[in-house]
């Protein structure tokens, strides 16, 4: 089944299941303002990818427990056959890694300091720079899918930003009402628009899939449902998944060899999973948990 929009716009294919983790912070000399926007980019990441309707994203609470072992294992620090296994990021296909790698607030032509009040410059024009990169990298290999860098300049008269914004850029608050009239908040917003573009584009790459819950020989469980587009009728075919490729140089995982098994079609979905009936072709083949099911 093809990404496509349904006869009402809205996206009508399987959605792939992706994490965002915190963006990094390679900016110096601004203080708490380059950090808070970082752990802000993720936030608006996460919020304009579930508004995209095109993904279910993992709930933040629930990946930073194992972030760093993943990131840690994908240094090649750690063995990949006792880090993380595959999918054992919250259960994402691939997860979304960011760096805020340029950041230049400047207020006004004269060029006020960093210690500007936000209330003072309501009829002050302000201008601000930012750049930022983001990598698509698989969950099961940690290799990278793609790569895209993104930068933004906006300028704002400050005709509409509110006196009751926090006055010190150092306690800069992306979430704040107001902060998208300032000339950040449009370069912000400027910057994901274009990373959105990009990770909606590759998905359509991504061959979508999910994983077998349990089979008990006259169905299979699939660890996907309604959230993620899930349809009854809709089939799949299932994939027995080898050991994992690991290069003996590296160590990193290279991926899995992969063996067809039989076609399988979904008898009834619930919002998280999905059950599905064996295909005339499963007669004879042994379906088990962490077998991979996609579509054609």
Request: proline share 2%.
């Given at each position: ?14 959605k ?27 936030e ?6 579930v ?59 004269g ?38 860098s ?19 850029i ?19 917003r ?10 909606e ?12 819950i ?35 140089d590296t ?46």
């Open positions: 089944m093809a990404a496509q929009e349904n006869s009402k716009g809205t996206f009508g294919g399987p792939h299941v992706v994490a965002v983790l915190p963006f990094d912070n390679k900016v110096k000399g601004y203080g708490a303002a380059s950090s808070a926007l970082g752990e802000g980019m993720t608006i990441l996460t919020t304009a990818l508004n995209s309707g095109r993904f279910v994203v993992i709930e933040r609470a629930l990946i930073q427990d194992i972030v760093k072992e993943q990131e840690l294992a994908m240094t090649g620090l750690v063995n990949q056959e006792t880090g993380v296994k595959a999918g054992g990021l919250a259960g994402a296909q691939f997860f979304v890694k960011g760096a805020v790698t340029e950041f230049n607030p400047k207020a006004g032509g060029g006020i300091s960093l210690g500007w009040d936000l209330g003072k410059l309501a009829s002050k024009a302000s201008s601000a720079y930012l750049a930022i990169d983001v990598r698509i990298i698989d969950n099961a290999t940690g290799q990278i899918y793609a790569s895209y993104a930068s933004a300049t906006a300028k704002s008269t400050g005709a509409g930003i509110s006196s009751t914004l926090n006055s010190s150092d306690n800069l608050n992306i979430g704040v009402s107001g902060f998208s009239s300032t000339a950040i908040g449009q370069a912000v400027s910057a994901i628009t274009e990373v959105m573009g990009f990770i584009a590759q998905a359509v790459q991504i061959p979508w899939q999910g994983t077998v349990k089979a008990d020989g006259r169905r299979t469980f699939i660890n996907r449902g309604a959230s993620a587009n899930i349809n009854r009728n809709d089939i799949m075919y299932v994939y027995a998944k080898g050991e994992p490729l690991i290069d003996p160590g990193f995982n290279l991926g899995t060899d992969e063996e067809f098994l039989c076609q399988v079609s979904v008898n009834s979905v619930k919002d998280k999973f999905s059950i599905a009936n064996l295909g005339s072709d499963c007669a004879g083949k042994q379906l088990k948990r962490g077998d991979i099911v996609r579509y054609e």
